[in-house]
């Protein structure tokens, strides 16, 4: 990073601690709720498909986020509110600081970190999502540090839910790959994005491509979806998805398999093995299934 942007970084984040989002009072009334934070390239679509989210039949006119951007949603069930906080970090996580302020000590259990991927630019797919990775592992191993510290009892409970998928797979069964993945301290969503311009790519292309998104997914206990603001099917998914996160229980979102380059690409966390990534690797068929509830 050079000297120039590294300042505008240090810049940003010092007035952000000084002068953080205004939430109003009614929200910081309500439950702190869950936390989703959007991270990603530039232009990779991460406004498009926070208002997907919060707007899903208004017209999509977003504009480049600068820093950090903060939207709020409710949802009214049996005379009981839940707020969802949605927050995106802008350009390329030049910052990786900005995260902390929507993972924090009390989001942590309920946080959701979203990795908003182009699928357009395939060059620049691997390089993306690890680096949003490593700065999602920099800011949660700092939260759960201090859950250590002052909760340990806490922290075994997020880590037990987290890594189920793995050890309780029906009638006593674990996931074969259960010692040979390392899930992360949160919940994350590999979102791949501009799945419309995605299948104009040849499809030994597509395959590969896909394939390295599995991988990463599966050994960090991530969510896998690809979406598309142009594609119904892709939309309803992705947003079927993210209400499950944020409103629901971030552990307990139904279970799905989905492979199918030309259509959808959905794999929740546990669902998907190394073997079916190297079986279809080698260009084995793979029958796409529904995972069982």
């Known amino acids: 990073m050079s000297r120039s942007k590294a300042s505008d970084a240090e810049d940003i984040w010092t007035k952000l601690q000084k002068n953080p989002p205004t939430v109003s009072a009614e929200t910081a009334a309500e439950s702190a709720g869950s936390s989703l934070v959007f991270v990603g390239d530039l232009n990779s679509g991460k406004s498009t498909l926070i208002q997907s989210f919060l707007k899903p039949s208004a017209v999509k006119d977003t504009k480049p986020t600068i820093a950090l951007e903060y939207n709020f949603t409710r949802k009214t069930s049996n005379n009981s509110k839940s707020v969802a906080n949605l927050w995106e970090i802008g350009g390329d ?24 991927v182009d699928l357009s630019k395939p060059h620049n797919i691997l390089n993306s999502v690890l680096r949003s990775i490593s700065a999602v592992k920099e800011t949660v191993s700092k939260r759960v540090a201090e859950l250590q510290a002052t909760n340990v009892h806490l922290l075994n409970e997020i880590r037990e839910k987290l890594q189920a998928p793995y050890k309780n797979i029906g009638e006593d069964k674990k996931h074969p790959d259960e010692n040979r993945v390392r899930p992360l301290d949160v919940t994350v969503v590999i979102a791949a994005n ?53 409103f629901g229980s971030t552990t307990t979102v139904k279970p799905v398999y989905e492979t199918n380059v030309d259509k959808l690409v959905y794999i929740t966390k546990g669902q998907d093995s190394y073997q079916s990534i190297f079986l279809s690797l080698i260009h084995i068929s793979e029958p796409t299934r529904q995972a069982e509830i």
Not at 93 to 112: D, F, N, S, W
């Open 93 to 116: 996580l030049v910052e990786p600081k900005l995260m902390e302020i929507g993972i924090t000590l009390r989001t942590l259990p309920t946080a959701v970190v979203v990795i908003v």
């Open 194 to 246: 501009k799945h419309d311009l995605f299948k104009s790519l040849p499809s030994v292309d597509r395959r590969n491509i896909m394939q390295i998104l599995r991988f990463v997914a599966h050994f960090f206990g991530t969510h896998l979806i690809t979406t598309s603001s142009s594609e119904v099917a892709q939309r309803e998914a992705y947003r079927s998805l993210i209400t499950s996160l944020a």
